[in-house]
C-alpha cells in the first residue's frame, strides 16, 4: 500500500457498510459479510480472496489502531472492500505490515486509502 493517500474507486459511503464498533470479534462477522456480499453481487469466485484481504486489512494494523467499519461493493464487475480505521495514537497514515502489504498487493488488482478525520479508510479492488 503506497505512503500517499490514494481514493477507493467507488465511493465507500455508497457500498453495504457493517459498523465493527464495540465488537470484541469483528473478524469472525466481518469474513461472513464479505463473503455474502460477494455472492449476492455475483462475485462469489472472488469471495476467498476477498475475506482473506479483510483479515488483512482488519488484524495487520497494528497495535494503536481499531477498525471501525468494513464497506464492500462492487466497481466495474470487481469487487472493491474497505476498511474504516481509527488511530489511538498522533500516525496520520495507515502502517501496515509487511506481510500483509505483500499479501493485499498478491491478493488485490489494486490497494489504497485516503484520510480521514482521526483516521483513514484502506481498500482494496479485488477482479
Known amino acids: 500500500m503506497d505512503t500517499q493517500p490514494t481514493p477507493a474507486p467507488v465511493a465507500l459511503p455508497h457500498t453495504l457498510r457493517l459498523d465493527l464498533l464495540g465488537d470484541d470479534e469483528p473478524l469472525r462477522q466481518a469474513r461472513r459479510f464479505v463473503r ?48 474504516d480505521v481509527r488511530f489511538a495514537d498522533d500516525r496520520t497514515r495507515p502502517v501496515l505490515s509487511g506481510h500483509t502489504r505483500d499479501l493485499l498487493v498478491q491478493l488485490s488488482a489494486a490497494t489504497g486509502w485516503s484520510p480521514t478525520d482521526g483516521g483513514a479508510q484502506l481498500w482494496c479492488r479485488l477482479s
Open 36 to 83: 455474502l456480499q460477494a455472492e449476492q453481487l455475483g462475485l462469489e469466485d472472488t469471495a476467498d480472496d476477498a475475506v482473506q484481504v479483510t483479515a488483512e486489512l482488519l488484524g495487520g494494523l497494528g497495535a494503536g489502531t481499531r477498525p471501525t467499519a468494513l464497506h464492500v461493493g462492487e466497481d466495474a464487475g470487481a469487487l472493491v472492500v474497505g476498511v
